[in-house]
Each structure stands twice: as C-alpha cells, then as structure tokens.
C-alpha cells in the first residue's frame, strides 16, 4: 500500500535553531514529491517540486532533498514567521499527502 | 482577483440542507481538484477534473457531487450531509494533472 509518512508529528524550536522535517514514502513509481506550508485557517502554499533522487531545491531558510526513500526539510536559523504545519505530498499515479510537521519557532 | 478563490469561507447547515461550495481559479490552469482536511488527518483527495473532465473519484459517498463547467470553475454540491462531514474543504488547481497544486483558503463546512 502507498504511503506517505512524516516525522516528527510536532517540533517546537528556538529562533535560529536549525532543524530538519522528515518525510518517507513508499510508492510503486514516483511522479514527483512535493512540499507545502499550511498556516492556520489557510490553503496549503506551494514551496518546492522534487523529481529525482539527489536532487535538492533551496528557497531563503528552506531546503528540500530527496532520496529514493525519504525527503527532508532543512531549516536553517529559522525566525518565528517559519512556523506553521508543513506538508509533504507524494504523486504516482495519484496524489497522497503525509499528515504534516507542526512546527513552532519560539522567539 | 488572483490565484484559487473559494466561496463560501464559512458554511453551516442542517443534516437536510443542500448547499453548493464553488471555486474559482484565475491562472488558466488545466486540472482543478477538490479536498477534505480533518483535523489529524492528511488531506483526503476527493475529487480530479483534467480539461473539465472528471479523472478520478476517490471513493466519495454520492451526498457530495462535483461540477466543473468550465476549467475555471469547479463545484461541490451537498445534500443531505452527516455531522462527521464537517471540515475544510480545500479547492487546488494544476497546469496539469499531476503538476504542483495552488490552493485555494477554504470553505470551513460545519453540518449540524
């Protein structure tokens, strides 16, 4: 059965702490994976597309990189505005998303 | 206006009622989905349109019909909710199906 994993369930961090979010999947062939950031009472946002395992997308204090079985979220000297829950979602010949990261940056 | 537009934001209605939820997106895209997000749990895929055709229904109980008429707009119609239908229902569009989705903000339905 498809999957889509992601850990920790919750991470509260002080600001300028890094930090990573997990995400691991198990699909029978991947289209494509993707990130998402979710603030309270909003739509999902869009942040990166990943392809390929290796391949990485950067975007201000995010990071995204994938391998054959996981992705990962790094965040680097995060600030207070990062927080929010964080999505990840896995498209084969459907779409499945994980159930997310809350993350809280404590200034 | 700009991006994934939905209305209504708020929606409260009797287990009897019918309603019809409606997105609009503005970037001329192809495929338009519809979402159910509960509270702890992941985003439940319910419906794909690909140039105005249906492509995918994942299951969905028949009280909840989808329209697209065009592909900048799509509709969910309800009749005859349950209490446990209540959530956020999220509108997403794509280039293409398969493509990075842009959401919507929502409609948050409450059914009593």
């Not at chain 1, 979602?89 to 997310?100: C, E, L, N, S, T």
């Not at chain 2, 997403?92 to 948050?108: D, H, K």
Request: charged content about 25%.
């Amino acid at each position: 059965e498809d999957q889509v994993t992601q850990s920790p369930e919750a991470l509260r961090l002080q600001e300028g702490e890094s930090s990573s979010l997990n995400c691991s999947y198990t699909v029978s062939g991947l289209r494509g994976l993707f990130w998402y950031r979710q603030d309270p009472g909003k739509g999902p946002e869009f942040l990166f597309t990943l392809y390929s395992a290796g391949e990485e997308k950067e975007k201000e204090r995010l990071k995204a990189t994938l391998t054959k079985k996981e992705s990962f979220l790094h965040i680097t000297a995060p600030k207070p505005e990062d927080s929010a829950t964080y999505l990840c979602a896995v498209q084969d010949d459907k779409i499945i998303f994980g159930k997310g990261t809350r993350l809280h940056i404590l200034p | 206006e700009t991006g994934v537009t939905q209305t209504p934001r708020h929606l409260v209605m009797g287990m009897t009622n019918k309603k019809s939820l409606k997105c609009e997106q503005h970037l001329g895209h192809n495929a338009m989905y519809w979402y159910k997000q509960s509270a702890k749990k992941p985003l439940e895929l319910m419906f794909v349109y690909s140039l105005e055709e249906r492509v995918e229904n994942n299951s969905v109980p028949s009280r909840f019909s989808p329209e697209c008429p065009n592909s900048s707009h799509l509709f969910l119609h309800l009749h005859t909710l349950q209490p446990e239908d209540s959530a956020l229902y999220l509108c997403a569009s794509s280039q293409e199906e398969g493509n990075e989705q842009f959401f919507g903000p929502g409609t948050r339905l409450t059914v009593l």
